[in-house]
């Protein structure tokens, strides 16, 4: 754990870094391009989230040698908030772009796993979960060309880190066959949404978006607790979500 303890703290420092430097190039820019004119907003958002099969990768003894072990994981919940600042007076012909810092949960219980050691089909009594906390900066672009009084479409992505608790489980029950591990991962996402007008100040926004956090690493434990190898793997999925902005105003 300390190892873990070590290496989250120091990706938690380059995402404050990064959070703080992007803030003060959306405030600069904004300032240079029209002082005034960008506002800032804060955002809540929850919905689904729905997790793609894990593909566990490395060399587990026994038997030894390469091996699997594919998850498949059921529908699963994402909550998350962000604070941004968009940016008229940087508009792009149609676009208008916004910057943002924004900080999610995902969880996802583990439906079914297959153990390539051993042979065809499922492990009996899959139970577990995987989690992870996603601190992301986006840049996102409110299309103009389709804007009116009550709807805008987005669109845009961003780059993170995803700090990731595998609590994987199958085989006998009681301890059973584990993948346990805390990791933090590079990680991506890519956003498609719309904001709908509520009030002056307040727009209602649904999203869709695809997250990938790669090279996710875990280690294998038998029933005895004994270290049997690890793994790797890239936990991508999709999230749809629903939640509010609250403009702060302009600032100057």
């Given at each position: 754990?300390g190892?873990?303890t070590?290496r989250?703290?120091?990706a938690?420092a380059?995402?404050?870094?990064?959070?703080a430097?992007?803030?003060?190039?959306?405030?600069?820019?904004?300032q240079a391009a029209d002082?005034?004119?960008?506002a800032?907003?804060?955002?809540a958002?929850?919905g689904?989230?729905?997790?793609?099969?894990?593909?566990?990768?490395?060399?587990i003894?026994?038997p030894?040698?390469?091996?699997?072990v594919?998850v498949?994981f059921?529908d699963?919940?994402?909550?998350g908030?962000?604070?941004g600042?968009?940016?008229p007076?940087?508009?792009l012909g149609?676009?208008?772009?916004?910057?943002?810092?924004e900080?999610?949960?995902r969880?996802n219980?583990?439906?079914?796993v297959d153990?390539?050691?051993n042979?065809?089909?499922a492990?009996a009594?899959?139970?577990?979960?995987?989690?992870s906390?996603?601190?992301?900066?986006n840049?996102l672009?409110?299309?103009?060309a389709?804007?009116?009084d009550?709807f805008?479409?987005y669109f845009g992505?961003?780059i993170g880190v995803?700090?990731?608790?595998?609590n994987?489980r199958?085989?006998?029950l009681g301890?059973g066959?584990n993948?346990l591990?805390?990791d933090e991962?590079?990680a991506v996402?890519a956003i498609?949404?719309?904001?709908?007008?509520v009030?002056e100040?307040i727009?209602?926004?649904?999203?869709g978006r695809?997250?990938n956090?790669?090279d996710?690493?875990?280690?294998r434990l038998?029933?005895a607790g004994?270290n049997?190898?690890?793994?790797?793997?890239d936990?991508?999925?999709?999230?749809?979500?629903?939640?509010?902005?609250?403009?702060?105003?302009?600032f100057?």
């Open positions: 754990m190892t873990f070590k989250a703290g120091k938690l380059i995402g404050a870094v990064s959070g430097l992007l803030g003060g190039l959306a405030v600069s820019s904004a002082p005034g004119s960008a800032w907003y804060l955002r958002f929850g689904g989230n729905f997790q793609l099969d894990g593909d566990y990768r490395g060399t003894t026994p030894g040698g390469r091996q699997n594919d498949d059921d699963g919940f994402v909550v908030g962000a604070v600042v968009k940016l007076g940087m508009n149609a676009l208008t772009p916004r910057a943002e810092i900080v999610s949960y969880e219980d583990v439906d079914s153990f390539t050691g042979g065809a089909g492990e009594n899959p139970r577990g979960d995987v989690s906390i996603f601190l992301m900066g840049v672009f409110d299309i103009n389709f804007e009116s009550f805008t479409p992505g961003g995803a700090f990731v608790d595998n994987i199958y085989g006998p301890p066959v993948l591990d805390s991962a590079f996402q498609i949404g719309a904001n709908f007008k009030t100040n727009s209602f926004n649904i999203d695809y997250y956090a790669f996710v690493s875990s280690v038998n029933p004994v049997t190898g690890s793994t790797q793997t936990l991508d999925g999709f999230s749809v979500t629903g939640g509010f902005s609250i403009s702060l105003g302009a100057n």
